[in-house]
């Protein structure tokens, strides 16, 4: 199962006997079967007719459009979800008890941030000259974990969320130390990203988080609706969630797409302050980015269907249940 890139202006998307047709001007059309696709991911203007969007979903895939200019998400359409109720409302009981909430975003952000050490502890074997910046960062993100160990039933989610940002700041600090100044990377900046490494990460956590979206969806799980990130309006606070403890595998992946001279500042435009990919880098970035995608897809299912369960044994043990209409 793969998914479909469209990165370019003037595509006409149709559907019929089972495959996609993309057709473009002075060009032969091409045709996609939709048996292989997961999902079809769309970077500005394409024509779809009303058959393909209902023919992508009927095959279980799903679309996301990104924006022309920023790749920032913008709508998409989702494939059939689970018809399992319980699971949802045990989700929505986990959401109200503090204690629960408390215990799911220790694991969250201890995994993560024991995930950013781990790339970290592999960088010093490639990079031995900057041991010490490295090093440095490792004992602070130990000291993280630590001290979310020691985070009490009564704390506040907050307090996890302090730890975990101070443990992020250390740990981009000595993640850009593995970049070239010519790249500009200092420190983790979004909106707008100003550099080529931000820029990357800016794009490839979208995907991630879209991809996040798409198995919440899938496993019958409300996206909107996390225990860890507050829900907030038009916020997929679920997704944001689940996606924590795999962003180091973005991270990690970005370093080696620079690292590997497969992209570098030459493959990227300024434009009102942000920094982007370039047509042609974008080929590349969807391309290397497609094998990693579906790793991390495996693991967010696993994820996902580990919570799902444990929402439904929820939902069981304390009889909750919808009232018969």
């Known amino acids: 199962m793969s998914t479909l890139y469209i990165d370019r202006k003037g595509i006409e998307i149709s559907a019929e006997a089972g495959v996609l047709s993309l057709r473009e001007p002075d060009a032969r059309p091409r045709t996609v079967p939709l048996a292989n696709l997961e999902r079809v991911v769309i970077r500005g203007r394409a024509d779809f007719s009303t058959a393909a969007l209902g023919a992508i979903t009927d095959a279980g895939a799903s679309v996301v459009v990104l924006s022309g200019r920023r790749s920032e998400k913008i709508a998409s359409i989702l494939g059939r979800t689970h018809n399992d109720v319980l699971r949802r ?53 130990e000291q993280a974990t630590l001290r979310i160990d020691r985070v009490g039933q009564d704390a506040r989610i907050t307090t996890l969320l302090g730890i975990e940002g ?68 038009g916020r997929e606070s679920l997704a944001a969630d689940i996606i924590e403890p795999f962003r180091p595998h973005v991270d990690a992946w970005v370093w080696a797409m ?59 043990d304390k009889g909750i249940m919808p009232k018969a209409a």
């Open 89 to 141: 409302l045990g989700q929505f009981d986990a959401f109200r008890d503090a204690g629960s909430r408390l215990q799911w975003s220790k694991s969250l952000a201890a995994a993560k941030i024991r995930g950013q050490g781990n790339l970290l502890r592999k960088a010093l074997a490639r990079r031995p000259d900057k041991r010490r910046p490295v090093f440095k960062a490792m004992k602070q993100l």
């Open 166 to 233: 101070a443990a992020a700041a250390a740990y981009f600090k000595a993640f850009a130390e593995l970049f070239p100044p010519s790249l500009g990377f200092a420190a983790r900046r979004r909106r707008p990203p100003p550099d080529p490494v931000n820029a990357c990460l800016s794009l490839a956590y979208t995907l991630l988080h879209y991809e996040a979206v798409s198995v919440c969806h899938e496993t019958g799980l409300d996206p909107l609706l996390g225990l860890y990130h507050e829900p907030a309006f």
């Open 258 to 316: 620079f690292r590997e001279r497969k992209l570098a500042s030459e493959n990227f435009s300024s434009d009102s302050g942000a920094v982007l990919l370039k047509k042609g880098a974008r080929k590349i970035f969807y391309e290397e980015f497609n094998p990693l995608a579906v790793a991390l897809r495996r693991m967010l299912r696993r994820q996902s269907r580990l919570a799902a369960r444990l929402f439904i044994s929820r939902a069981e």
